[in-house]
Structures are given as structure tokens and as C-alpha cells.
């Protein structure tokens, strides 16, 4: 009786947010990587005001302008040191009043590259994924795309057992907004699985932004999309594909369970051409290319 009064009371967020880091010694100078743990690699000055003008846009965002009255956040930030203070600026425009809480998760951590990276040899590495393929490859003693990806998805599942137990404690009348402050490779791992994008898509895409980030919003159907907030511009700049940005367009107004049917895109990943009903079908063969006879259906 009390889980079916939690789930009754259970608050789907207008928009989930993923913003990436202001930028880091790291992203200026690579040799910071060979003295200072990955995790301790700080903010620079700039970094510090990217952070800052960012929480004014999200501000902007998730009050619609200023037009609405009832909204409310709650983050989740990554441990590294950079994330948490990008998460501090970020929190300077929000009053506390505004704020649901905010929970350190390590999942959404960055791509664990090795211990003190030797800045020559990184770089050759580097030079190797590319090559590779930036979702499979492992960096020696770190992690692949595919391996943050596993531990993404998990966090997913948790996220979604918070919303569905109600452990944010939201109010039903407030617009609940989720803010991950987390790593370029994080956010674009987590919208790959969200959006059930392929390795291949993946390869496309382009890194965030320090300090930009996404907005996923809530459509009428249930379902959310980048393409309430974005421009197609933006999509394809991030690298979408003509395909990719339609779906986003779909999911604006769509019904949650309606992807099979209404986004055949999708299989044309995977096959080259499928028949539009049995009657196109050709003959079902065996291995010599022989046509098989169908067995009768059970009753028959």
C-alpha cells in the first residue's frame, strides 16, 4: 500500500540536463596530467567563469525565462574535482529555496585514462583510438567508451528507480529539472544509451563544449527530446544525423511505446531493406538456398 501511494505521487522530470565541466588545467595545458591525479585536475580562472555564466543560462532554462513560478532542481555531480566545482558556481544562481538536493555520483565520472598519463606517450595513444574507434578502444590501464557506457547504463537504472519511488521528494505541482554535472565522453555515453543510438552513430558525435551542456525536455507523449530546446542547427553541429535529428522531432510529440512502429528509420540500421508485408517476402531458404516448407500452425 505504501509503494503503490509512492508511485501514485511520482514526478517525471520536465527536463533532464547534462552539462559538461568548465575548463580545466587539463584541457589547457596536457602536462598537468603527469604531476596531478586526473581527479584533482582543477578549474582555471576561465573555467571558473564558464562554470558561473552556465548557471545563469540553466537558470534561465528551467524557470522558461523567468516565466515560471513552480520549478525546482536537484543535481548530480560527478566526484572530480572540476565537476564539483563546476557544480559550485553553477549553484551560485540558484536560491536554496529552489534546490531538491544534489547526491555525488561516481558513475558518471570521466573516462579513466591511467594513473600520472606520460603526456608523448597519450598522445600516441590518442593517435591509436582514432584509428581504432573511439567507443571500443581501451586506454592501457583505463577504461574504452564501452566500459563507461556499462557503468552509465547502471546509473540510469538507478536514476529511474529514483524518480519512480519518488526519492527526490518532489512536489507534483513543482517542474522537477535534473542537472548532471558530469565529462564530455559521460554525457555523450549517456544520451547514446538514452536514445538507443549505435556505436556507429557514436563515432559521430562531437564532444561538448567547457561548460556546455544539453537539455533534454519532457514532450507531450511522454517521451523526451533535444529538439524542444535545440535548434536543428545545434543537432547537426553536435553530429546527428539527418536521421537522428528527425527522431528527435518525432519524440516531441510521440506516445512512449510507439518506436517500432513509427520509426522504421531505425531497423534500416540494421538491415538493408525490409519487406513491407508477406507477401514480399521471399521464400524461406536452407543453407543450399533451397526454399523450405512452412510447418502448419499448431491445430491445424
Given at each position: 500500500m505504501?509503494?503503490q501511494?509512492?508511485?501514485s505521487?511520482k514526478?517525471?522530470p520536465?527536463?533532464?540536463?547534462?552539462?559538461?565541466?568548465?575548463?580545466?588545467?587539463?584541457?589547457?595545458d596536457?602536462?598537468?596530467?603527469t604531476t596531478?591525479?586526473?581527479h584533482?585536475i582543477p578549474?582555471?580562472q576561465?573555467?571558473?567563469?564558464q562554470?558561473r555564466?552556465?548557471?545563469?543560462?540553466?537558470?534561465?532554462?528551467v524557470?522558461?525565462?523567468?516565466?515560471?513560478r513552480?520549478w525546482?532542481?536537484y543535481f548530480?555531480?560527478s566526484?572530480y574535482?572540476?565537476?564539483?566545482?563546476?557544480l559550485?558556481e553553477i549553484w551560485?544562481?540558484?536560491?536554496?529555496?529552489?534546490?531538491?538536493?544534489?547526491?555525488?555520483e561516481?558513475?558518471?565520472?570521466?573516462?579513466?585514462f591511467g594513473?600520472?598519463?606520460?603526456?608523448?606517450r597519450?598522445?600516441?595513444?590518442?593517435?591509436?583510438?582514432?584509428?581504432?574507434g573511439?567507443?571500443?578502444?581501451?586506454?592501457?590501464e583505463g577504461?574504452?567508451?564501452?566500459d563507461?557506457y556499462?557503468r552509465?547504463s547502471?546509473f540510469?537504472?538507478?536514476?529511474?528507480?529514483?524518480i519512480?519511488?519518488?526519492?527526490?521528494q518532489?512536489?507534483?505541482?513543482?517542474?522537477?529539472?535534473?542537472?548532471?554535472?558530469?565529462?564530455?565522453?559521460?554525457?555523450?555515453v549517456?544520451?547514446?544509451?538514452?536514445?538507443k543510438?549505435t556505436?556507429?552513430?557514436?563515432?559521430?558525435?562531437n564532444?561538448?563544449g567547457?561548460?556546455?551542456f544539453?537539455?533534454?525536455?519532457l514532450?507531450?507523449?511522454?517521451?523526451y527530446?533535444?529538439?524542444?530546446?535545440h535548434?536543428d542547427e545545434?543537432?547537426?553541429?553536435?553530429?546527428l544525423?539527418?536521421?537522428m535529428?528527425?527522431?528527435?522531432?518525432?519524440?516531441?510529440n510521440?506516445?512512449?511505446g510507439?518506436?517500432?512502429?513509427?520509426?522504421?528509420w531505425y531497423?534500416?540500421?540494421?538491415?538493408?531493406?525490409?519487406?513491407?508485408?508477406d507477401?514480399n517476402?521471399?521464400?524461406?531458404?536452407?543453407?543450399?538456398?533451397?526454399?523450405?516448407?512452412?510447418?502448419?500452425?499448431?491445430g491445424a
Open positions: 505504501i509503494q501511494n509512492q508511485r505521487h514526478v517525471l520536465k527536463r533532464i540536463i547534462l552539462v559538461r565541466h568548465g575548463e580545466s588545467q587539463g584541457n589547457r596536457g602536462a598537468a596530467y596531478t591525479p586526473d584533482q578549474l582555471t576561465q573555467g571558473v567563469g562554470a555564466r552556465a548557471g545563469a543560462e540553466i537558470r534561465s532554462v524557470s522558461d525565462g523567468g516565466g515560471s513552480s525546482k532542481v548530480y555531480v566526484p574535482e572540476r565537476t564539483r566545482s563546476t559550485r551560485r544562481s540558484f536560491p536554496r529555496e529552489r534546490v531538491i538536493g544534489v547526491r555525488e561516481c558513475r558518471v565520472r570521466e573516462q579513466d594513473n600520472f598519463q606520460e603526456e608523448q597519450m598522445k600516441a595513444i590518442k593517435e591509436t583510438r582514432e584509428k581504432f573511439r567507443f571500443f578502444y581501451r586506454f592501457p577504461e574504452s567508451a564501452a563507461v556499462d552509465v547502471n540510469l537504472e538507478s536514476l529511474w528507480r529514483d519512480d519511488m519518488n526519492r527526490l518532489c512536489d507534483p505541482l513543482d517542474d522537477l529539472n535534473l542537472i548532471i554535472v558530469s565529462h564530455g565522453l559521460a554525457s555523450r549517456f544520451l547514446m544509451k538514452w536514445f543510438w556505436v556507429e552513430q557514436f563515432e559521430y558525435l564532444n561538448f567547457n561548460a556546455e544539453r537539455v533534454m525536455q514532450g507531450l507523449g511522454g517521451e527530446s533535444l529538439a524542444i530546446h535548434s545545434e543537432l547537426q553541429e553536435w553530429g544525423s539527418p536521421e535529428i528527425a527522431n528527435q522531432k518525432w519524440r516531441v510521440s506516445t512512449m510507439d518506436w517500432n512502429e513509427n520509426c522504421p531497423l534500416d540500421e540494421f538491415f538493408d531493406k525490409l519487406a513491407d508485408s507477401d517476402v521471399e521464400g524461406d531458404c536452407d543453407c543450399d538456398g533451397k526454399e523450405l516448407q512452412r510447418l502448419p500452425k499448431q
